[in-house]
């Protein structure tokens, strides 16, 4: 059985947030796959008015969206909380009602556990910290990768200089996070993988043994970035895309899928890809408990 999962906002496979500050225990879905298994990642998206074109490019959107009639599975990002919080909160639970109301969860597919963020919130501190470092402190043993999945980006090439028209450094919370992940990713045989979004390009970056893929150019207005020398992705364009993820058993390949529309017709490229091992299971934690 195959699955294809898209997901929105930043990007992620389902998020969930809550009116009130705390909130319980976050719920971990079930996705009932195989271990050969894919799915979509992409953020950035827009979902505006056809004709609003300010903050978005609908062509592009349209055609993105039609590449993929999947399921959306949405974490959140800024634009997902602007104005008010409440109203924003609760119109994105009406939309989402399987989310149950949490702004941070898990999602175990096969070998795989994802675990979406709320750039929002610190991811390392208070009750999504404790939540956080929890779920990594437990991971089954039969968890080949983790993918962490957050709006904000823990490495960027863009600037707050905005010498583009757009663009954003990275804050300290997720600087933060990376060098917590890269720490734990040291000691831990899952490989870790990190998806983001808000920067509206796409970027590729690896740290600690850490891929760190940007996924921003879902259809919200896309612009160029300078590059950083760490950069694995030199592109000066801009880069409307969405990342195609495909599990099978212990390989996550990853490849960049990227649209230029031109006199309305849509063309895509595969620019950048990436396939992702993960070792073998100790024959101690394959046993499992006696």
Not at 55 to 67: D, F, G, K, T, Y
Not at 133 to 159: C, E, G, M, Q, R
Not at 181 to 187: A, I, N
Request: hydrophobic share 35%; charged share 20%.
């Amino acid at each position: 059985m195959k699955a294809r999962l898209r997901w929105s906002g930043l990007t992620a496979w389902l998020s969930w947030a809550c009116l009130a500050g705390a909130q319980a225990q976050p719920v971990e879905l079930q996705i009932p796959v195989t271990t050969q298994f894919r799915f979509v990642a992409y953020g950035d998206t827009r979902f505006t008015d056809p004709n609003e074109t300010e903050a978005s490019n609908p062509p592009v959107r349209r055609a993105l969206v039609q590449e993929r009639a999947i399921p959306v599975l949405p974490a959140l990002g800024n634009h997902d909380l602007k104005g008010n919080e409440k109203t924003a909160l609760a119109n994105y639970f009406a939309r989402f009602p399987d989310i149950k109301n949490n702004r941070y969860y898990s999602a175990r597919a096969a070998n795989t556990m994802m675990l979406v963020l709320d750039s929002a919130l610190d991811e390392t501190s208070g009750a999504q910290g404790s939540w956080l470092n929890t779920k990594l402190d437990s991971l089954p043993a039969d968890v080949d990768f983790v993918l962490i999945v957050l709006h904000h980006p823990p490495y960027t090439s863009s600037s707050d200089e905005k010498k583009f028209g757009g663009g954003h450094s990275a804050r300290s919370p997720e600087q933060t996070l990376a060098r917590m992940l890269e720490e734990r990713q040291s000691r831990t045989r899952a490989r870790f993988v990190v998806f983001s979004g808000h920067v509206h390009n796409y970027e590729r970056h690896e740290h600690g043994g850490i891929p760190y893929f940007v996924t921003g150019g879902g259809g919200a207005h896309a612009y160029p970035i300078e590059r950083a020398a760490k950069d694995l992705f030199q592109n000066k364009e801009i880069n409307y895309h969405y990342l195609l993820c495909q599990v099978d058993g212990r390989t996550l390949k990853i490849t960049m899928n990227r649209l230029e529309m031109k006199d309305g017709k849509a063309t895509w490229t595969q620019p950048d890809s990436l396939t992702i091992a993960a070792p073998a299971a100790t024959a101690a934690k394959a046993a499992g408990p006696e």
